[in-house]
């Protein structure tokens, strides 16, 4: 079965700090990876997504996630953040030749000091 | 405007009680799924639908049922509900399975 780790729970930066979430998911197959982003009090949106090619895929926001397929790693990054990005980030992997199922990881919550 | 549409938005009721959580999506899309989500835990798949009269079990799919009559709706029901599903549930569809999801604005079940 497919898993997904994010292992920083709760991450708390001034603003124009750089941002790196760490998103791992375990399946030994082809996957299709996203970042979700979801706001205080609002629903989920699609920050990127990866499924072939480049392994480094530009996002909405100035966001970007780089695929790194021999650490079954997709790390969300932002050269600087800003107080409109305090939210919770979720990463999510979805395998091609698997069950039809999104998993999610935990999330991590970012909070950005002004 | 392309949109996941939820209802109820908030709900209390009472454990044993029967409830109907509705969702209805615009755009045609085939697959939709439920979600709870618990802090800590992140969003976990209840169940979900490749398309109509196919469904198939998430993560967590105990005690819910779910139906996919027709293509735009899929309502998440709980028969006979308990403290433990007092949660936010978000329901969602796509395209196909491995696009990226659209997302209703949730639900949040109290149940006492």
Redesign the interface.
Known sequence: AQSVS?HN?HVILSEAASLELGCNYSYGGTV?L?WYVQYPG?????LL?Y?SGDPLVKGIKGFEAEFIKSKFSFNLRKPSVQWSDTAEY?C?V?A?GG?????????TRLQVQP | EAQVTQNPRYLITVTGKKLTVTCSQNMNHE?M?W?RQDP??????IY?S?NVEVT?K??VPEGYKVSRKEKRNFPLILESPSPNQTSLY?C?SSPT??Q??H????TRLSIL
């Open positions: 994010q729970h299709n996203f609002q629903h989920l949106q699609l997504k499924f979720f999510a979805n091609r069950r039809r199922a999104l998993t999610f990881g935990s999330g | 697959y799924s979600y800590g835990l992140g969003l976990r798949q979900y490749m198939d998430g993560d978000f969602a399975f491995n990226p999801q997302f209703g604005d949730g």
